[in-house]
């Protein structure tokens, strides 16, 4: 793929240097949380992979060019700009092409990830089967079976079919694993019941394989899943009543395509209160640190 990325001078001197760089999606800033909640969580996000001492690399479209790591302006303008259209991988060269301001979910992520040489990225939740909508399948699932990027995650998010997500990645080709845990975790919650193959316990751990992936030249991406933690989870009994009364209104409402999942994580927020915002906050931060470790581990 040929991508005209503009990348930020620290993470260029980053890559350069063979320093840990972990790339961060954006559409979560867009579309995941309303202002001014979104500007806080990205600057936290950014923090934490920083206080781990990696470079985050927040992608983006700006005006049409397509941007590896904001600055501090940048990143405010991403946060509180209205119109900004949810880049997924088909949605990339509209944005460029008509100049306008994008941001990436984790397929579009991976893209430029993988253009820009940055193997490894974090995000909340990667998209994956809809419940009762089997062929509303998240463009995330192809882009993890084609492209090298490890992207670091709390499952899929709890508001889609987790056991057909799980079928998908394994249909193709997508080694998910364990952080930490045997099963796959639920997003708001630690557990799902599903079990994994493969479980890792350390960040370096998780790099040897990646090596191993890499050198196999194997080109799909991997998949870490780690459960949100402990304090902060949401229990999956509360939570699984909320998301079906969201996914109902989604359905009466005629809510389709790209707009569902942003449609359906503010029904969950709206109706849960403080408690899916605390647990999604966390599992974010959470999954930010575990990335930055690993990203140390791969350069040690
Ligand atoms: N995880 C979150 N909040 C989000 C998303 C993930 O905690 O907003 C975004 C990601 O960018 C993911 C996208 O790629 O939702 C999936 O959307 P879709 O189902 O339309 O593919
Ligand atoms: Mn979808």
Not at 29 to 49: K, M, R, S, W, Y
Not at 83 to 94: E, G, H, M, N, W
Not at 173 to 191: C, K, N
Not at 210 to 223: F, R, T
Request: charged letters at 20%.
């Amino acid at each position: 793929m040929r991508l005209n990325l503009k990348i930020h001078p620290e993470v260029q001197t980053a890559l350069a240097e063979n320093r840990a760089v972990v790339a961060l999606e954006s559409t979560l800033i867009t579309h995941g949380f309303p202002a001014p909640d979104n500007l806080e969580i990205a600057q936290a996000i950014e923090a934490t992979v920083r206080q781990q001492g990696a470079v985050p690399a927040t992608i983006a479209v700006l005006e049409g060019q397509i941007h590896v790591g904001l600055t501090a302006d940048q990143l405010a303008y991403l946060g509180t700009t209205s119109v900004v259209r949810k880049c997924s991988r088909r949605d990339l060269p509209i944005a460029v092409a008509r100049r306008e301001n994008g941001s990436t979910t984790v397929a579009a992520t991976m893209i430029v990830a993988r253009s820009a040489g940055i193997k490894l990225f974090a995000t909340g939740g990667i998209g994956g089967v809809h419940r009762g909508q089997p062929f509303d399948e998240s463009a995330d699932l192809r882009e993890l079976s084609q492209t090298a990027v490890t992207v670091v995650c709390a499952g899929a998010k709890a508001i889609l079919d987790l056991p057909l997500t799980l079928e998908v990645l394994e249909t193709r080709g997508v080694p998910v694993i364990g952080y930490q845990t045997d099963e796959l975790p639920a997003f708001y919650s630690r557990q799902s019941g599903l079990q994994l193959d493969m479980r890792v316990d350390t960040p370096q751990e998780m790099a040897r394989l990646i090596k191993v992936h890499e050198e196999m030249e194997i080109e799909s991406g991997l998949l870490v899943t780690v459960p949100v933690p402990a304090q902060d989870e949401w229990p999956a009994a509360e939570a699984q009543q909320v998301i079906d009364r969201a996914i109902a209104d989604a359905a009466v409402n005629g809510v389709m395509g790209k707009a569902v999942t942003p449609y359906l994580l503010e029904r969950v927020s709206d109706l849960s209160g403080q408690q899916s915002k605390k647990a999604n906050i966390a599992l974010l931060l959470n999954n930010a640190q575990v990335a930055a470790q690993i990203a140390q581990a791969l350069v040690a």
